[in-house]
């Protein structure tokens, strides 16, 4: 297990999971995940001469966990990734975000440019200042006709608690198969508008091999720990995500930039919206390097752990 240390932002205290010495590495984890999904990457990372941190972001784990839905908006984030970094080093660091921690770091390198020297994104590419609300995009791609979206389903505070909470084990090991490479095509179901997120839903028996028992009792432990509404609560701030990114509607991300998705990934398409992910992204971050990793789900640095550090060690030998 890595070094483990409590860093106060002055707003809340975050657990922080270190391996290593050299410039900062900082990773952000994602949905619903911990600092643990990055214990592919810190030895590797460390070994070539960084400091690897992977958070527990806020509500998750053994970080502070806020009582308020807006405690969670990607402004507060932002800032908690910020923080941290200074209480490692005055220096630029490099950020590292899959799932919900990509959208963290890519915001971050986009406000903060001065603070963050370089990103990489796993899982969610970058597609620009939103232009209106993601609820806005969901509703009417989805809930508008009649189609159930999980994240319509996360905006009511208390049934997706109360779902994913009722037995913790299972939630998760239907969440992480249902969008995971091995999942045959229709795992994740398309259901009516008005069901839950599990129903219809698989759970495997076995459960693939990238993911071992011991590594979901720990994931088990970390959530029965922390409960899930600061988890889901990040899903209810896109009206207060969408107001606060306005001021940065005319601004690239110019710093060096990575993104790894995957093939059968339904994030890195943006949920089929989006044919060539990389393409689409390089008007909002031009010195981006992309790579596409055939057959690959949504836990990518977990289901392709080998690939994922070969790709982000040489990326970071890049940046000098």
């Given at each position: 297990m890595p070094e483990f240390r409590m860093i106060d932002t002055g707003r809340v205290r975050l657990r922080v999971a270190v391996e290593g010495a050299g410039p900062l590495v900082l990773m952000v984890h994602g949905f619903p995940e911990s600092w643990y999904s990055w214990r592919h990457q810190l030895g590797p990372v460390a070994a070539a001469g960084f400091t690897a941190a992977a958070i527990d972001v806020r509500g998750y784990g053994q970080s502070d966990r806020p009582g308020l839905v807006e405690d969670y908006a990607m402004e507060h984030l932002v800032s908690d990734i910020a923080a941290v970094a200074d209480a490692f080093q005055p220096d630029p660091a490099i950020l590292v975000g899959h799932d919900w921690g990509a959208p963290q770091v890519w915001n971050s390198a986009l406000t903060r440019p001065e603070r963050f020297?370089?990103?990489?994104?796993?899982?969610?590419?970058?597609?620009?200042?939103?232009a209106r609300p993601f609820t806005e995009v969901f509703r009417q791609a989805f809930t508008?006709?009649?189609?159930?979206?999980?994240?319509?389903?996360?905006?009511?505070?208390?049934?997706?608690?109360?779902?994913?909470?009722?037995?913790?084990?299972?939630?998760?090991?239907?969440?992480?198969?249902?969008i995971s490479g091995d999942a045959p095509d229709g795992?994740?179901?398309?259901?009516?508008?008005?069901?839950?997120?599990?129903?219809?839903?698989?759970?495997?028996?076995?459960?693939?091999?990238?993911?071992?028992p011991a590594d979901?009792?720990?994931?088990?432990?970390?959530?029965?720990?922390?409960?899930?509404?600061?988890?889901?609560?990040?899903?209810?701030?896109?009206?207060?995500?969408?107001?606060?990114?306005?001021?940065?509607?005319?601004?690239?991300?110019?710093?060096?930039?990575?993104?790894?998705?995957?093939?059968r990934d339904p994030a890195t398409t943006l949920?089929?919206?989006v044919a060539d992910p990389i393409a689409m992204m390089r008007p909002h971050v031009p010195g981006v390097e992309g790579h596409l990793l055939e057959g690959c789900g949504h836990w990518t640095q977990q289901e392709r752990p080998d690939v994922v550090n070969r790709l982000l060690v040489e990326w970071l030998g890049r940046l000098g």
């Amino acid at each position: 297990m890595p070094e483990f240390r409590m860093i106060d932002t002055g707003r809340v205290r975050l657990r922080v999971a270190v391996e290593g010495a050299g410039p900062l590495v900082l990773m952000v984890h994602g949905f619903p995940e911990s600092w643990y999904s990055w214990r592919h990457q810190l030895g590797p990372v460390a070994a070539a001469g960084f400091t690897a941190a992977a958070i527990d972001v806020r509500g998750y784990g053994q970080s502070d966990r806020p009582g308020l839905v807006e405690d969670y908006a990607m402004e507060h984030l932002v800032s908690d990734i910020a923080a941290v970094a200074d209480a490692f080093q005055p220096d630029p660091a490099i950020l590292v975000g899959h799932d919900w921690g990509a959208p963290q770091v890519w915001n971050s390198a986009l406000t903060r440019p001065e603070r963050f020297r370089a990103v990489a994104a796993l899982s969610v590419p970058y597609a620009g200042v939103p232009a209106r609300p993601f609820t806005e995009v969901f509703r009417q791609a989805f809930t508008n006709k009649g189609r159930f979206f999980y994240q319509e389903w996360f905006q009511e505070v208390g049934p997706a608690e109360e779902e994913a909470q009722r037995d913790v084990r299972d939630f998760l090991r239907k969440f992480y198969y249902g969008i995971s490479g091995d999942a045959p095509d229709g795992t994740w179901p398309n259901k009516p508008a008005g069901s839950t997120l599990l129903d219809g839903m698989v759970d495997p028996d076995p459960f693939p091999a990238w993911l071992t028992p011991a590594d979901l009792d720990y994931y088990v432990g970390e959530f029965v720990r922390s409960g899930f509404f600061g988890p889901i609560s990040r899903y209810r701030n896109h009206e207060r995500d969408f107001a606060w990114l306005q001021p940065y509607k005319d601004r690239r991300i110019e710093q060096p930039a990575l993104f790894i998705g995957g093939t059968r990934d339904p994030a890195t398409t943006l949920f089929g919206a989006v044919a060539d992910p990389i393409a689409m992204m390089r008007p909002h971050v031009p010195g981006v390097e992309g790579h596409l990793l055939e057959g690959c789900g949504h836990w990518t640095q977990q289901e392709r752990p080998d690939v994922v550090n070969r790709l982000l060690v040489e990326w970071l030998g890049r940046l000098g």
